[in-house]
T-cell receptor, first 117, second 113 residues
Framework: GAGVSQSPSNKVTEKGKDVELRCDPI?????LYWYRQSLGQGLEFLIY????????KSGLPSDRFSAERTGGSVSTLTIQRTQQEDSAVYLC???????????????FGNGTRLTVT | DQQVKQNSPSLSVQEGRISILNCDYT??????FLWYKKYPAEGPTFLIS?????DKNEDGRFTVFLNKSAKHLSLHIVPSQPGDSAVYFC????????????FGSGTRLSIRP
């Protein structure tokens, strides 16, 4: 398929453990976002990668959260020493966002549901 | 600091009538606005967008209106159909600077028969 792929779709982990969430964006998309949606809440911005620019990490809630994007394609979001409040759906999205792609919206994956017990 | 606000968490509309979803923003640098629709257990999907050079954009049953002076936009769905029942997110960005896209908290729309 040509869509954004996220894995795993579900992850249950014990408090204090580290987790890695993976996102495969649409090929050729220069922009990649991570958002999370906690139960009953809206979409909370976490981090934004655009081409070769330094990522915008302004939404990361604590230093336990980090993300990288290797080779301008696949991205991993890592949460260290997970806490119960980290339980949420983590959504990845990509787009052709840029000066030549004004009308390119975000394409979302189906998310990873993280449950910290 | 919530830059994009959807003050109505839920809305119920009768099938066939008009649904109006509202969104307010605070950042005057925003120049590109989008609406997304989300079903349970799926990622949001793009619905319609508008740039700040326009005040209206229409696509079939969906129309987005932008009032820049009031920093307000709305999504009109007419006629409303059962399949429109979903959570709708408003989003905005300062597109001219390729900045991040900020989402509102969403409005759950329910279409009743």
């Amino acid at each position: 398929g040509a869509g954004v792929s996220q894995s795993p779709s579900n992850k249950v982990t014990e408090k204090g453990k580290d987790v890695e969430l993976r996102c495969d964006p649409i090929s050729g998309h220069t922009a990649l976002y991570w958002y999370r949606q906690s139960l009953g809440q809206g979409l909370e911005f976490l981090i934004y990668f655009q081409g070769n620019s330094a990522p915008d990490k302004s939404g990361l809630p604590s230093d336990r959260f980090s993300a990288e994007r290797t080779g301008g394609s696949v991205s991993t979001l890592t949460i260290q020493r997970t806490q119960q409040e980290d339980s949420a759906v983590y959504l990845c999205a990509s787009s052709l966002q840029g000066q030549e792609s004004y009308n390119s919206p975000l394409h979302f994956g189906n998310g990873t549901r993280l449950t910290v017990t | 600091d919530q830059q994009v606000k959807q003050n109505s968490p839920s809305l119920s509309v009768q099938e066939g009538r008009i649904s109006i979803l509202n969104c307010d923003y605070t950042n005057s640098m925003f120049d590109y606005f989008l609406w997304y629709k989300k079903y349970p257990a799926e990622g949001p999907t793009f619905l319609i967008s508008i740039s700040s050079i326009k005040d209206k954009n229409e696509d079939g049953r969906f129309t987005v209106f932008l009032n820049k002076s009031a920093k307000h936009l709305s999504l009109h769905i007419v006629p409303s159909q059962p399949g429109d029942s979903a959570v709708y997110f408003c989003a905005a960005s300062a597109y001219s600077s390729a900045s991040k896209i900020i989402f509102g908290s969403g409005t759950r729309l329910s279409i009743r028969p």
